[in-house]
């Protein structure tokens, strides 16, 4: 059975950090881009980053462009999501998601983890 299990989450103040990460099991995703969305209550799900297999091409939504910072290592079979200088409007379930099929289109999620930014 393959599982994308998120950690990381919590509540952080405004400016603060937090680092996801992504487990995966069941399968390697080694050779196929990761990557990790967000929903806002009320909200659509929303792209944030991804990272190809090789960790060589890598796109980020405008809203979080020199913020947050996506990574893996193939080797534990984990992406990274670090977030700087969270601000409110970053509050959101975040879901880490394998295997592109499509755009913004993948076969595997997360049950996703929630970050909250408040003072």
């Known amino acids: 059975q393959v599982q994308l299990v998120e950690s990381g989450g919590g509540l952080v103040q405004p400016g603060g950090s937090l680092r996801l990460s992504c487990a995966a099991s069941g399968r390697t995703f080694s050779e196929d881009t990761m990557a990790w969305f967000r929903q806002a209550p009320g909200k659509e799900r929303e792209f944030v980053a991804l990272?190809?297999?090789?960790?060589?091409?890598?796109s980020y939504a405008d809203s979080v462009k020199g913020r947050f910072t996506i990574s893996r290592d193939n080797a534990k079979n984990t992406v990274y999501l670090q977030m700087n200088s969270l601000k409110p409007e970053d509050t959101a379930v975040y879901y880490c998601?394998?295997?592109?099929?499509?755009?913004?289109?993948?076969?595997?999620w997360g049950q996703g983890t929630q970050v909250t930014v408040s003072s």
């Open positions: 990272i190809i297999w090789t960790g060589g091409v890598i």
């Open positions: 998601a394998g295997r592109q099929v499509g755009v913004n289109k993948y076969a595997y």
